[in-house]
DNA sequence: ATGTAACGGGG
DNA sequence: GTGTACGTTACAT
């Protein structure tokens, strides 16, 4: 007998020899050692509420009739979920000998004669095992048992249990994961088409490991010889010999998470296809009875791999991160600033039989698209929220990372409710849930407040205070004791002390009895509290990541719990507790409103669901703070417990445009006790759409930018106007205006006709073979000329080539103006004064709204880094001037005078768009002298030799240095010692010419 | 306004 | 495995 502690991975069942179920725990020591537990003994149960007085015969009745399959039927007293309940209810527990069947019967004995309800009929067999056993996903078990061995286990060792115990833990072991990531390269037969996995081979799977295996971090499998020395690869005689072998690595390497891009739609499912061809079993996981599962829906595919995590990199940045695109070339730059190998996938088959070189270039280009998505995973901490989401609910890592919120939250309240003796009843069927859908139809869901919004800009002595109900949902549930387990459902009963919601319904007071869901929810929030006290005090920067995981693990559990009360799919479902706690929610959020009114006399200007923003006005942040607190204190003492107003932040520059849609510039205290501008909180103001081309996008971040951090409307239009006119006089960048749509079937096979559509027949016809296929992304921009939209889309390179000339129209009409007139509308700027270029802001308007600070509008930084020289824009009569070319300071068309400010600031910018250009760091090889941008995962080339790192100065820097010595007679000592100050510093950054690192 | 078709991303 | 099941946006009506 040995007692072993362990990290729960997985749980599923066996069927013995003489058919019982018995329970099978995978789960990893802190010693890396992997272990299977087998726990007899436990059977699988429902429960079944008869009608009064007929209990006994109803359970004689399903004994006989279930003969065989029926184990026992046996008798206890539960609280029913729905309606407070005076005293538990005798109901019957039917236990039966072999999990599946409890599917077989419950339908038939829910119909059978004195049977009114089953409960608790549909939970997953292992998850019975855990809810009753108190036992969570990823938490840490004490097993004591012997050590046995079986011929299903896979794992270093195998016991049969005698006891398992939960330890209670309050930080997670150190338990170190093996992750593995994988990617496919397949040789397609036809190249209009994505490879067909029941006919075209895979002819290389790459794999990066983390931690190393035998001393490797990446491997690429080939399947076939190559003539070439590569470091870390291994090369078969055929896909065959090579899929044994990779499904030999996964059990040599046995990695507890196997992760990959879009390996759920592709890799995984055309890897077993491939495997099904040659007839291996996918036996990749971690017991030698059942292969990996796949399950595939309309479009969505999951796959189970038994004892292991499966991860797909892109689902989890899909859920994390709001990006343009999510191809892994994307979502790489933009997350961990790499790039994939630079191939063209059609390339694949040329390079696949081409010479060493090429199929190097092939290798490496798998090996980094197996790298990347571990890259990201473990860069991003993709898995923490996920694993501690795991703890805290206590579904298996697995389910949560795919699952939906109403698991979760079923997990939580079937292990709460098992405690009380609340029994909860199973899904609703069709009927059902298309009852609930006409219910709501007739009595809607009332959602929550959102105040009026206040439009247009706050800044200068106007400083905007947010505050914040903290956990508002969650704390009303608590503080009013709502539940569907205290819900009055007869009025009969209203002499039990209760509370009414504002809707009229009622629930007893927590005195009379706990509801479920507050019992949980205060639970929740007490163990919120107690890990954000210990994040305080944590100094381990690894732990203190690991406590922010797990409280936003139950933030995110908490705020779960109220979504699920009007969820048509729960378990339970109450329109009336549903409504309870949005009328409280309206109720507090009014209240709060009118006291920061009346009380205090300051004037709110937003409010949504859980927050208010006041204006105030001061210049002083101190002053601004003190008084969010007072109000935060003030009002959270005139509420119930566990409500808590909070003092979020402070909004230095404030526009909101309408419900839903603001965006604020953050002021927030440093370290040194000073205030200090901060990021822009934006919300509902999107500057990224797959629809809009970059240029859309730059514009927009520009003009927020302007309009918050410099607080001025003229020079955001003048800006706006800038680039109008840019785009009229043909000036943007072409990649500026590229669009992209994905091509998914045949140009015939449209019905409407797109843009991207007409171009690919137009290109299949000028180019014939190297015309776009199917499933590639068609880039295009839109040219002048006659037809629709779509007749005139037309391929960047042609256009450059040949010179034609951009819609310009288009591009402002739909790509600029629909966005750009959202942001200005509200600030009573219309459309018309955004497209008067002509008709500048009058020098007298610009100086009463701004001073003396700045006549001219500098143009984006970007593009004027690009130009030839530093450029300003005379405002009164908008002529663009060269700095160079300056005669003192004079406009030479209108005389105008332009102030030394703004010549300043242009060369500042101008300056600091440099720097950010300043230096590149490039990476090369030591032996081969191959370049990288990147230093590899292992810090080495291909050819095995050391990267070097080099820096290099970019030219911006020298023309700005150029420039300045013309330049500085026209500015002021100070403005001149600024310049040099930031330049002596571009300096001392560049100093070393040549360094490693 | 409201319903329905298209698309993603992988090679 | 005692489980089901995308989510968003563009275009057409």
Redesign the pocket.
């Known amino acids: 007998m040995i007692t072993r502690e362990m990290i729960l991975l997985d749980c599923d069942y066996i069927v013995d020899s003489s058919n019982r179920p018995v329970i099978r725990l995978i789960g990893k020591g802190t010693d890396g050692r992997t272990c299977t537990v087998y726990v007899e003994g436990f059977k ?3 429960y079944v509420l008869a009608r009064e007085g007929d209990e006994r015969r109803v359970a004689e009745r399903i004994a006989e009739r279930f003969q065989g399959i029926v184990t026992g039927v046996s008798f206890e007293r539960k609280f029913l979920p729905l309606g407070y309940q005076r005293s538990k209810r005798e109901v019957l527990r039917v236990e039966v000998r072999v ?2 069947q ?2 077989e019967i419950r339908d038939k004995v829910r119909k059978m004669e004195g049977v009114i309800e089953v409960f ?7 998850y ?1 095992y855990m809810i009753d056993n108190g036992i969570y996903g990823y938490s840490l078990l004490r097993v004591k048992g012997e050590v046995i061995k079986t011929s299903l286990g896979k794992t270093s060792m195998e016991m049969k249990a005698h006891e398992v115990r939960v330890v209670e833990d309050e930080v997670a072991p150190k338990v170190e994961l093996k992750m593995m990531s994988f ?4 040789l ?1 037969s036809n ?1 209009k ?3 067909d996995p029941s006919k075209d081979p895979i002819i290389i799977i790459s794999i990066a490991f983390y931690p190393s295996f035998d001393g490797k971090d990446t491997l690429v499998l080939v399947s076939r010889p190559v003539n070439a020395k590569i470091d870390n690869i291994e090369c078969f005689n055929g896909e065959e010999e090579m899929l044994r072998r990779f499904l030999e690595i996964i059990d040599a390497y046995d990695p507890d998470l196997i992760t990959g ?2 390996i759920l ?2 890799d995984l499912p055309y890897l077993l296809r491939r495997l099904k061809e040659y007839n291996i079993p996918s036996k990749m996981g971690r017991v030698l009875d059942k292969g990996v ?1 796949l399950k595939k ?4 595919t ?1 796959i ?1 791999i038994p004892g292991r995590i499966v991860a797909d990199v ?1 689902e989890l940045v899909k859920s994390e991160f709001h990006l343009k ?5 994307h979502v790489a730059e933009k997350l961990i600033n790499e790039k994939k190998v630079e191939l063209d ?1 059609k390339d ?1 088959p040329k390079l696949w039989n081409g010479n060493s070189n090429e199929i190097k270039k092939l290798i490496e280009y798998a090996r980094k ?1 197996a790298i990347l998505p571990l890259k990201i995973l473990l860069e991003k901490r993709l898995l923490d929220k996920y694993l501690e989401l795991s703890r805290v609910c206590g579904l298996l890592p697995q ?1 949560v990372i795919y ?2 919120q109403s ?1 979760k939250v079923e997990s939580l309240l079937l292990r709460y409710g098992k405690k009380r003796d609340i029994i909860l009843p199973c ?1 609703p069927d069709d009927q059902e849930i298309e009852r609930r859908r006409k219910e709501r139809e007739k009595k809607e869901l009332k959602g929550a407040t959102v105040l009026e919004p206040k439009v247009g800009i706050y800044s200068g002595d106007d400083k905007i205070l947010v505050l914040d109900f903290r956990s508002l949902y969650p704390s009303i549930i608590i503080a009013y004791n709502i539940c569907f387990t205290t819900l009055l459902l007869e009025d009969g009963d209203s002499e039990v002390s209760h509370i009414t919601a504002p809707t009229g319904a009622k629930f007893v007071s927590k005195e009379v009895r706990e509801g479920l869901m507050p019992e949980i929810l205060r639970e929740l929030m007490e163990f919120r509290v107690k890990v954000k006290k210990m994040m305080k005090e944590e100094k381990d920067p690894e732990r203190y990541r690991q406590l922010d995981a797990r409280q936003l693990a139950i933030k995110i559990m908490m705020n779960s719990f109220y979504g699920y009360t009007g969820y048509l799919k729960a378990r339970i479902y109450s329109l009336d507790v549903a409504n309870a706690i949005t009328g409280f929610g309206r109720q507090t959020i009014e209240f709060t409103k009118q006291k920061v009114e009346e009380t205090y006399g300051y004037e709110v200007i937003y409010g949504d669901t859980d927050s208010i923003m006041v204006r105030i006005k001061t210049r002083n942040f101190d002053e601004a703070e003190e008084i969010g607190r007072k109000i935060s204190i003030e009002i959270s003492r005139l509420l119930p417990e566990p409500l808590l107003l909070e003092f979020e932040k402070i909004y230095k520059s404030f526009l909101i445009l309408s419900k839903k849609r603001y965006a604020g510039l953050r002021v927030t205290r440093g370290d040194d006790g000073k205030w200090h501008e901060d990021v822009i909180d934006m919300k509902g103001i999107e500057t990224v ?1 797959r ?1 809009w081309c970059d240029l859309v996008s730059e514009v927009m971040e520009t003009i927020l930018d302007i309009l918050l951090r410099e607080n001025n409307v003229e020079k955001a239009v003048n800006y706006f106007r800038t680039v109008v006119k840019d785009l009229k006089e043909g000036k943007i960048p072409l990649e500026k205006l590229i669009l992209t ?2 091509l ?2 045949l140009p015939k096979e ?3 006709k ?1 843009p991207h559509v007409v171009l690919a027949e137009k290109l299949r016809k000028r180019q014939g073979k190297m015309a776009p ?1 199917v ?3 068609i880039a295009f921009v839109i040219v002048k000329g006659k037809g629709s939209i779509a007749e005139r889309a037309e391929d960047p390179e042609y256009v450059m080539e040949n010179g034609l000339e951009i819609d310009d129209e288009y591009y402002l009409e739909k790509q600029l103006l629909q966005p750009a007139e959202r942001l200005f509308k509200p600030l009573g700027i219309s459309k018309k004064e955004l497209l008067n270029v002509n008709v500048g802001v009058t020098l007298q308007s610009f100086l009463e709204t701004n001073g003396n600070s700045g006549v001219m509008s500098v143009r984006s930084s970007m593009e004027m880094i690009f130009d030839d020289n530093i450029q300003v824009v005379c405002e009164r009569c908008n002529t663009t001037l060269d700095i160079l070319k300056l005669k003192g300071r004079f406009c030479p068309k209108c005389f105008s005078q332009i102030s030394e400010e703004a010549i300043y600031n242009a060369i500042l910018r101008a300056i600091l768009s440099g720097m950010r250009e300043l230096i590149s760091v490039k990476y090369s090889c030591e032996k081969c002298g191959r370049s990288y941008s990147r230093p590899t995962l292992t810090q080495r080339c291909m050819c095995g030799g050391r990267l070097v790192s080099e820096i290099s100065i970019k030219e911006s820097y020298e023309k700005i240095r150029k420039v300045k010595p013309a330049v500085s007679s026209m500015l002021t000592p100070e403005h001149r010692e600024a310049i040099d100050e930031v330049l002596k510093l571009a300096d001392l950054i560049v100093a070393p010419k040549s360094s490693s690192s």
Request: proline share 8%.
């Open positions: 699988p149960y429902f999990p599946t409890v599917k608790e009929a549909d939970i997953p067999f292992r019975r990617d496919i390269e397949c397609p190249d088409l994505l490879p891009y879009n739609n592709f599962q829906g309309e479009r969505e999951r189970l892109q695109r999510y191809t892994l070339d996938y694949i698209d389910d699952g939906g698991a899904k759409r629809e749509r994905s998914s079937k449209y019905k409407a797109q296929s499933g590639e992304r």
